[in-house]
């Protein structure tokens, strides 16, 4: 190979490289380290109106793969199920309640398009989420929280601490991650 046309291959893939990066400086929402296309996909849609629950009797179900506008209600209206996992931050805080029965048992994502917090309950008690990320400026999705959930068992989602009266959400399967 010529030093000249090394010389040029190797502006090309610098030229490349920098390119990548700054698009992904420029989309905050690129800096997922999971495969998130399918989320961004839903959230590119229009999202179907819902209003959540104020009580785990009034709450609405979710089906999963779709995105969901959720109505929020003031916090200190909501009866939740059980002590959210996280304190209210202020007086102002919105929340809701909405049921969900996934498929299949395995990993599911729980995306959000904003700061709230999240709970899962079966049989009265919390899920714990098995992983979770979120990027600052990015709102589609905002922050996407992982559960193990089992299958076909109707699940109540508590939805608190938010800042604004209505959150987009999407419920979708984990994609599968390299070891």
């Known amino acids: 190979m010529s030093p000249r ?28 380290t999971w495969d ?14 819902l209003v959540g629950g104020h009580t785990e009797a009034a709450a609405p179900p979710l089906k999963v793969d779709r995105l969901y506008e959720l109505t929020l209600a003031k916090q200190a209206e909501v009866s939740f199920a059980t002590k959210p996992g996280k304190a209210a931050m202020g007086d102002g805080d919105y929340a809701a309640l909405v049921h969900l029965t996934v498929p299949a048992a ?9 700061k709230l917090w999240v709970d899962v309950l ?9 992983d979770f990320q ?22 109540t989602l508590q939805i608190s601490s938010g800042t604004a009266p209505t959150v987009k959400l999407s419920v979708t399967r984990a994609a599968a991650r390299a070891p």
């Open 5 to 32: 046309f090394a010389k040029w291959i190797f502006t090309a893939v610098v030229t490349l490289l920098w390119t990548v990066h700054a698009c992904a400086a420029d989309d905050p929402c690129a800096a997922f």
């Open 36 to 49: 998130v296309r399918h989320e961004r996909e839903l959230f590119a849609k229009p999202a179907e109106a």
């Open 106 to 114: 395995g990993s599911w994502r729980i995306s959000l398009d904003s």
């Open 122 to 130: 079966a049989d009265g008690g919390a899920i714990a989420s098995s």
């Open 134 to 155: 979120g990027r600052s400026g990015c709102s589609a999705p905002h922050k996407i929280v992982e559960f193990v959930l089992p299958a076909g068992k109707v699940l």
